[in-house]
């Protein structure tokens, strides 16, 4: 019996459109879970769009449209994406939906009636992060994530006793049975929850949600807080309100990729909520950085956020994705730079594979060579296994070029088209078969990363009589300033 996978993304607000930073973590999760289905683990992915914020029902307002349509609009831009960079999801959750509304509810009624209390709250609220914040958490009086005065909000709400789970999830994370990676992030949590763990709201009056968003079971004045509904997403995908087949397979999720900016409701919300409803905690949550522009937070006021519909357009697929994954550092933040974007193209993918593919092709088309392809699979390299399992996606990449650098110099060094005009035809075969062996290899490794070049690749080596065909990555200049 296969082995079960199951990895997640976070799931965005869709009060604007999808911007390049969850760009990263979609392509992040989807290297995982490509590389998880080829070496044979029952893999479900899964990715979508968080409906139910306050901000979305704002930011419909301030459209001058109704919240619903507004969602609908912006969600279907967010499923774009994901299809535009070839997300190989298996299930994109819509929060706005009935069944996760009820799978939510029957996660609040499975918590333990001893850690939901309701009482009168003041506090100074981020709408941007649809989060509290004490006085200690801010910096300049200012929300710490988004640099925003905050709304001193006073209403009675239901709360959550986080306070109950300080040892467990002390231990948990400490042992590594909630493994939180990268160690740096680890440490950050830890010192978190030592520093005390207080009670947070998990609900907000039916006036201030502006009835949009989850009822309470049994108190119609209320409204679920978003990131209570928001983590129970992971769950409620799988049926989890009706203990579903798939529930029962698939749960605990074996990664949960999300970005370094909601680590908090992940690494301790989540686990501690998930406890108090009988259920067991994720077992690898990754933590990935932010992408900036030139050392500061992209910001829409700023007129400084990246496309990445635009950056798909002009770039392709696989260039997008190559980009993002060699040259944004999985869990440090990263400066994007169009220049380092267009230099990788031209020297990695049109100097580089490209270049390799077409000239070996190229040689065995003109001299009509037959090269004999031995199938290979990805399980077998132990050393793309290490990098995937420990999300260094820039290494692993970096590793597979290292392969096509001593390919390049191997043709370089050993000079087929000279053994083709000497007629040294033995020879020409046997470089020519050794080339063409080492390109698909490099094809194979290529799958969880760069999948429309892979297989353009593989059926080019391994077709009946391998033509040069078109050029994988033509060379031409790109972007102008």
């Known amino acids: ?47 979508g ?100 005065a905050l709304e001193l909000v006073e209403e009675e709400n239901y709360f959550f006793k986080l306070s109950n789970y300080q040892k467990k999830l002390e231990e948990l994370v400490e042992s590594d049975k909630f493994r939180v990676v990268p160690e740096s992030r680890k440490n950050e949590v830890l010192s978190f929850i030592k520093s005390g763990l207080e009670d947070f709201s998990i609900s907000r009056s039916v006036k201030r949600a502006k009835n949009w968003g989850v009822r309470v079971p049994g108190d119609d004045s209320q409204i679920m807080y978003v990131w209570f509904d928001a983590l129970s997403n992971y769950i409620t995908a799988l049926d989890y309100e009706h203990n579903s087949e798939k529930f029962q397979k698939y749960w605990p999720a074996d990664v949960q990729v999300i970005g370094k900016g909601i680590i908090r409701f992940h690494a301790v919300y989540w686990p501690a909520m998930l406890l108090s409803a009988g259920l067991q905690p994720p077992k690898v949550l990754f933590v990935h950085g932010y992408i900036n522009i030139d050392g500061g937070k992209m910001s829409k006021s700023l007129g400084n956020v990246i496309d990445p519909f635009e950056i798909l357009e002009k770039y392709g697929v696989d260039t997008t994705r190559y980009y993002l994954l060699r040259y944004i550092h999985p869990v440090q933040d990263s400066d994007f730079s169009y220049e380092k974007l ?7 993918l049109a100097n580089g594979i490209g270049n390799l593919a077409s000239r070996v092709s190229g040689l065995i088309e003109k001299n009509g060579i037959e090269v004999k392809i031995q199938k290979t699979d990805i399980a077998a390299d132990k050393t793309i296994k290490k990098h ?8 692993g990449l970096k590793y597979i070029w290292e392969k096509i650098r001593m390919l390049d110099v191997f043709v370089s060094e050993k000079e087929p088209w000279t053994l083709a005009k000497t007629k040294k035809l033995d020879e020409l075969k046997e470089v020519l078969q050794k080339a063409s062996q080492g390109i698909y290899e490099v094809a194979v490794l290529l799958q969880p990363f760069l999948p429309q070049t892979s297989e353009r690749i593989i059926k080019q080596f391994t077709s009946e009589k391998i033509t040069k065909g078109e050029a994988l990555f033509p060379r031409f200049e790109i972007h102008k300033k």
Not at 107 to 116: A, E, G, N, R, V
Not at 342 to 348: H, L, Q, S, V
């Open 1 to 47: 019996m296969n082995k079960k996978f199951y990895i997640t993304t976070a799931i965005p607000y869709v009060n604007a459109n999808p911007h390049i930073g969850f760009s990263l973590e979609l392509l992040q999760a989807d290297v995982v879970a490509r590389y998880n289905r080829l070496i044979g683990s029952d893999t479900f992915f899964l990715t």
């Open 388 to 395: 995937i399992e420990n999300f260094q996606f820039d290494q």
């Open 342 to 348: 267009e230099e990788g193209y031209r020297a990695d």
């Open 49 to 148: 769009t968080d409906d139910n914020a306050l901000k979305n029902v704002q930011a419909a307002e301030r459209a001058g449209k109704e919240t619903k349509e507004f969602v609908n609009e912006n969600q279907a831009r967010f499923i774009l994406l994901s299809k535009q960079l070839g997300i190989s999801y298996d299930d994109f959750i819509k929060t706005a939906d009935k069944f996760h509304h009820t799978g939510a509810q029957k996660f609040w009624s499975s918590c333990k009636p001893d850690d939901l209390y309701k009482k009168k709250y003041s506090g100074f609220y981020c709408v941007g992060c649809e989060a509290f914040y004490t006085e200690k958490d801010l910096v300049d009086g200012k929300c710490p994530e988004h640099d925003t």
